[in-house]
């Protein structure tokens, strides 16, 4: 089993900066791609940010040139700087990875986390 533990959300004003942090722990032998999605009141969950163990950045246009994805790979840990923030930004806020769990087994399994409301006043 994965668990992922986010942590950094809370209440913060319009214009003002929050950095979301996200441990995965448990059996794991890599982790393929990381990322945060959120989900708004009445709305589906959606994509944020992701990255992946090539690299690779995908942003939603929504955050690009605010948000910020990064991981550290020794600790398993993958943030999100989340900048010049907008009451629209006020979601709860998923982590997710791709971990493959076993050297000698291909299978990828998506774990998410509980969630961390973010909340931005005007």
């Known amino acids: 089993q994965v668990q992922l533990v986010e942590s950094g959300g809370g209440l913060v004003q319009a214009g003002g900066s929050l950095r979301l942090s996200c441990a995965a722990s448990?059996?794991?032998?890599?982790?393929?791609?990381m990322g945060w999605y959120c989900q708004a009141p009445g709305k589906q969950r959606e994509l944020v940010a992701v990255?992946?163990?090539?690299?690779?950045?995908n942003y939603a246009d929504s955050v690009k040139g605010r948000f910020t994805i990064s991981t550290d790979n020794a600790k398993n840990t993958v943030y999100l700087q989340m900048n010049s923030l907008k009451p629209e930004d006020t979601a709860v806020y998923y982590c997710?990875?791709?971990?493959?769990?076993?050297?000698?087994?291909?299978?990828?399994?998506?774990?998410w986390g509980q969630g961390t409301q973010v909340t931005v006043s005007s």
């Open positions: 997710t990875a791709d971990v493959v769990p076993f050297k000698d087994r291909p299978n990828t399994f998506r774990y």
């Open positions: 448990g059996s794991i032998f890599s982790i393929n791609r």
């Open positions: 990255t992946t163990s090539g690299g690779s950045t």
